[in-house]
């Protein structure tokens, strides 16, 4: 396909968040509200608030708002607790036409009476959505009333769904955080402490990485918010040190706590070899404690050891594959084309829903020559490029999978329904093993894109076209 013919389906009020690596200067428009009627993949502010503070297993989550929205974001993060699953319930109060009408004020009172009652939460989030932003309940005055009876923080969470994006939700999110920071006791915290922000644990990832900052001798306040605590957060304050992984969700909160606590902030990713290691060697620069950077490097050459030999393996089979890569926050990104370039393999398509003009700027610098970079893209672009690039895998989310699979592409899920870790030592490995176990499967050659290849290199020749036979029967 040529770049004629996959222009011809790009929006032309989209050619400005679309960038071709080589083929002019880089400038690339970000950050800006999806366009109407293009599908995007990216989510809305109500969505983006519940991603963030879903993982603080121990508080109560309340959707004031129709029954679609707290069904939309069921689950969302599937984010894993070492204690109370409270958040995997989804409490909403079903706005109906008569609430809209006459307000749901009293209806949000009396459910979240009933369910603090009945839950014994540590603190509750109450969400706002479209349908109350229009009708102007106040939520600030019901949460208010409602903490001051039942004794526990009750905080509103303004995030109506049209009033921006999906950025515009972590925002949101960070100021519900901040109302629950410095009210804790920190009393016995470590000077070699951290909070960890902008993780969500899915499959557990944050407990593998809690552990490398054990092992290192520094001790972990509160997880922001994967495997969360209302406790721990309030404590939050303590800590010498903040790490924020996801930025776009979490970078609020750590200018907020820089500004009122003069708690610096630095910026890692917990994905790929080599940031995963230098996330590691950062913390143990910033402490400046000889025996903290010895743990470290000890650490780091225990778990290299044993990864350098099996990804070898890999990287033999993949060389020269092709990924394209499509991402919610861009520090993902970011480090998924580090370890794709350590397999030997191209990265032809990269993109994000959430990235900054800065994050699009370092993708440029990181990749090569051809490489189209996306933002907020969509399932016409997308399928566009991926039959450009001849793409062999594709990593993205839950809504890019049928994508790839309609394409007759491979497919990786690194967003938020997976079940393996994929972050620290470990989940490169399993980064690897996966890629290869997709990639390598015989399936792909019975596909209509890569089936005359297969006839054409001479490969099971008999078996496709009695395949293409059953195709054409269909």
């Not at 901040?178 to 009210?183: D, P, Y």
């Not at 910026?267 to 790929?272: K, N």
């Not at 016409?380 to 699979?405: H, M, N, Q, S, W």
Request: charged share 25%.
């Amino acid at each position: 396909m040529t770049m004629e013919t996959s222009s011809a389906v790009i929006f032309e009020e989209r050619q400005d968040q679309i960038f071709r690596k080589g083929e002019q200067p880089f400038d690339l428009a970000c950050n800006k509200e999806s366009l109407a009627g293009a599908i995007s993949q990216r989510a809305c502010v109500f969505c983006g608030s519940r991603v963030v503070l879903y993982p603080i297993a121990d508080a109560l989550h309340l959707v004031h708002g129709p029954i679609g929205c707290a069904v939309y974001t069921w689950d969302i993060r599937g984010a894993l607790s070492t204690g109370p699953e409270l958040h995997r319930l989804s409490f909403s109060t079903d706005l109906q036409e008569k609430d809209v009408i006459f307000g749901g004020e009293k209806k949000l009172y009396r459910a979240l009476t009933e369910l603090i009652d009945m839950h014994h939460p540590k603190a509750a989030f109450v969400y706002s959505t479209c349908i109350v932003g229009i009708i102007g309940d106040d939520l600030e005055a019901v949460c208010k009333k409602v903490g001051k009876e039942k004794a526990i923080p009750v905080i509103p969470v303004q995030a109506e769904g049209f009033n921006g994006n999906k950025r515009a939700g972590y925002e949101a999110a960070c100021k519900a955080l901040f109302r629950l920071v410095g009210t804790g006791d920190i009393d016995g915290i470590s000077p070699y402490s951290l909070n960890i922000m902008g993780d969500f644990n899915l499959a557990g990832e944050i407990w593998i990485v809690r552990s490398y900052f054990e092992r290192m001798g520094i001790q972990v306040v509160a997880n922001i918010t994967g495997d969360g605590r209302v406790d721990s957060i309030r404590q939050a304050h303590g800590a010498a040190l903040n790490l924020v992984q996801c930025s776009g969700s979490t970078m609020e909160l750590a200018g907020l706590m820089e500004e009122a606590y003069d708690i610096p902030h630095i910026r890692v990713s917990y994905c790929g070899l080599e940031d995963m290691a230098e996330s590691l060697y950062a913390v143990a620069r910033f402490f400046k404690n000889p025996e903290i950077m010895k743990r470290t490097q000890r650490l780091i050459k225990e778990e290299l050891s044993i990864l350098y030999p099996r990804l070898r393996e890999f990287r033999k089979a993949l060389s020269g594959k092709k990924a394209a890569i499509y991402v919610g926050g861009a520090f993902k990104a970011f480090s998924m084309i580090k370890t794709l370039k350590f397999l030997d393999m191209k990265v032809v398509l990269v993109g994000s829903q959430t990235g900054t003009k800065e994050d699009y700027q370092e993708l440029e610098e990181i990749t090569d020559d051809g490489t189209i970079i996306v933002d907020d893209t969509n399932p016409l672009e997308l399928c566009t490029f991926i039959k450009e690039k001849d793409v062999d895998i594709f990593i993205g989310g839950v809504k890019e999978r049928p994508i790839a699979y309609k394409m007759g592409v491979g497919f990786c899920d690194h967003n938020h329904e997976r079940k393996e870790a994929l972050e620290g030592f470990v989940g490169i490995l399993n980064l690897a093993q996966e890629i290869y176990n997709t990639v390598m499967s015989p399936v792909w050659r019975f596909v209509p894109r890569r089936a005359a290849e297969g006839v054409k290199n001479g490969r099971d020749r008999e078996t496709l076209c009695v395949h293409n036979q059953r195709l054409q029967a269909l």
